[in-house]
């Protein structure tokens, strides 16, 4: 579906809010990462008489309900739906960009083949395909990874292919093949410069949606299980409790608002 | 190909999606699957070690796999669904009843949605620029960074918990539909306005839209003679990837708000790995899907016949 994207921002506007939305994502990663030197202590440890306490030295974000650091739980939920996204997308975008090229250079059946697998794979909603998959496979962070991947290349394969198949044919390329240049050349000067900020995109959207997805099925329970840290879990786990500590609560709803802003910016005005 | 053998195509391939995990769900259940079924054939009491032994050989329960795989893949084709581990109820009756349920959420949902996006987006796309265009991106940005199951959440603590309004939760009475599908109509609404926005702001500023102002026709005689039919068009093709949003967000909100729907269902379903429910309920899920999408193809064809709204 074509959509006209000329927005109201400017395009200085657009790379602000862009850039803005790369700040906000590595602020959160570094949190994540740095969380365990921020404090020491460990998601799982308890300190039972401190149950949804508020902030102290050793818990620099307060309590949850069973005494455990905020702090800490809140840092390793990041790293697993960071890494879970990670993971997903980028054997997306390898595998679609992959076959986007293969079927943009070759055409003929295997085009048709890869094209028709594609199209009856979004027959599929994406979040049904990851929760049966996630309840097949024992591991769920290795069965979201994968389930995701296997919704997110679909994207990767259609946009290499579109933009590729046109590229392929442009004058530029004919000229660069009569000169004698080998494939790889053509690769790098003509194509990858093209689709390379529209991957960088749909990498953004897809580890947003990745992300989603994880934190959706965390909060409906057949996500990951306690006592895993995780965002949607947490969220879910503390919600009884948001009377006494909304602080808590309201922790992992905002780094969960942060990140998909931000990955959201990073996409910029593409708007499905 | 034609439109219609690629459906069909898609929904043998859901079903065998849907099959074949089912069917790997079913051969990883704890305990032994020969006395169950026997259990609930003869009743709990009578059931001895010579029953299993026959149904495991009728079955082919114990047999290689792939005989037993396309006997449990012909059985769902028939729509044998058999009946559910956990209520000991026919899956079809359960899945007609939760399907009603869940049609009427995102009916409403559906609903509220359409009259919510494209007004506003049409609106703010025959001003771009203004303020309403600028209020109106803020507010879809801000609430596509909010999952649907966040969304729901904050509904529940402000105007449930907070200031006792509505019920948080349950099915029977028209309060009960508020909170569920005003959380799935918000989501849906922050894309539509958008997709209705810049469509609207592509027609307005197009040469025949300047030459039927030109010809002496006003504001509205304009829109309503050549706008509203050619914004239409993306935003049909929108309603029909929305589905993906309501079947998904199905999922989650009806699990959230305690709606007795197919969502609701097959998450449950799935934590009590009760495998013929989640065959039945995944499988509608899926076929609806493609069902929908279907229709959707032939309506925008019906408006715009140039072919060209891909």
């Known amino acids: ?221 057949v996500g990951m299980q306690a006592p895993t840290p995780e965002l949607g879990l947490m969220m879910v786990e503390l919600m009884p409790y948001w009377r006494e500590a909304p602080l808590a609560l309201l922790q992992p709803v905002f780094a969960i608002f942060l990140v998909l802003l931000g990955l959201n910016l990073m996409a910029g005005g593409r708007t499905i | 190909m034609t439109a219609a053998v690629f459906r069909l195509l898609q929904a043998l391939l859901v079903a065998l999606f849907v099959g074949v995990t089912t069917f790997v769900m079913m051969r990883s259940l704890p305990g032994d699957m020969a006395w169950r079924i026997a259990a609930h054939r003869y009743g709990y009491d009578l059931v001895d070690a010579d029953a299993v032994r026959l149904v495991r050989e009728e079955l082919a329960l114990g047999g290689p796999a792939l005989p037993a795989l396309l006997q449990w893949l012909g059985d769902m084709v028939r729509l044998e669904f058999g009946t559910s581990l956990v209520s000991g109820a026919p899956v079809v009756d359960e899945i007609s009843h939760q399907l009603g349920a869940s049609l009427q959420l995102a009916a409403v949902a559906l609903l509220l949605s359409l009259l919510l996006g494209p007004p506003l987006g049409i609106t703010a796309g025959l001003r771009p620029g203004g303020s309403l265009d600028r209020g109106l991106l803020l507010l879809s940005t801000g609430l596509r960074a909010l999952p649907q199951f966040l969304l729901g959440l904050v509904l529940i603590l402000l105007v449930s918990v907070e200031l006792g309004w509505l019920p948080a939760a349950g099915y029977g009475t028209g309060a009960h539909f508020v909170l569920p599908a005003l959380t799935l109509a918000l989501g849906l609404a922050a894309l539509s306005a958008r997709i209705a926005r810049d469509a609207t702001a592509a027609v307005a500023a197009s040469p025949y839209y300047a030459f039927a102002r030109q010809k002496g026709l006003g504001d509205s005689q304009v829109f309503w003679r050549h706008g509203l039919r050619n914004v239409s068009v993306p935003l049909l093709t929108c309603l029909g990837l929305q589905f993906v949003t309501l079947v998904e967000g199905v999922v989650v909100v009806e699990s959230v708000f305690g709606w007795p729907g197919i969502g609701h269902g097959l998450v449950h379903a799935i934590f009590g790995r009760d495998v013929p429910m989640v065959q039945g309920t995944a499988l509608v899920m899926g076929l609806a899907f493609v069902l929908v999408n279907a229709l959707i193809d032939a309506a925008v064809r019906r408006l715009d016949p140039r072919g060209a709204a891909g």
């Open chain 1, 1 to 221: 579906m074509k959509l006209v994207t000329e927005g109201l921002l400017s395009e200085r506007g657009r790379r602000r809010s862009r850039r803005f939305g790369a700040v906000l994502v590595l602020t959160v990663v570094l949190f994540a990462w740095l969380a365990p030197w921020l404090a020491p202590g460990d998601p799982f440890g308890q300190a039972l008489l401190k149950a949804l306490g508020p902030p102290d030295a050793a818990a620099p974000f307060g309590y949850d309900h069973l005494g455990r650091s905020m702090i800490q739980r809140l840092g390793a939920a990041l790293r697993l739906s960071l890494l879970i996204a990670f993971f997903a997308v980028a054997a997306a975008a390898i595998f679609g960009v992959t076959l986007g090229l293969l079927a943009a250079a070759r055409g003929g059946r295997l085009d048709r083949v890869l094209v028709l697998l594609s199209d009856s794979l979004l027959a599929l909603p994406g979040l049904l395909l990851v929760l049966i998959l996630a309840a097949v496979v024992p591991d769920k962070a290795l069965a979201f990874a994968a389930g995701l991947a296997l919704v997110l290349w679909i994207e990767f394969f259609r946009l290499t292919r579109a933009t590729c198949r046109g590229l392929l044919t442009s004058p530029g390329v004919q000229a660069s093949r009569l000169l004698g240049f080998g494939s790889i050349y053509v690769f790098r000067r003509h194509l990858w410069p093209e689709v390379a900020p529209l991957l960088l995109t749909t990498a953004a959207f897809g580890a947003a949606t990745a992300i989603m997805t994880v934190a959706s099925l965390g909060f409906v329970s």
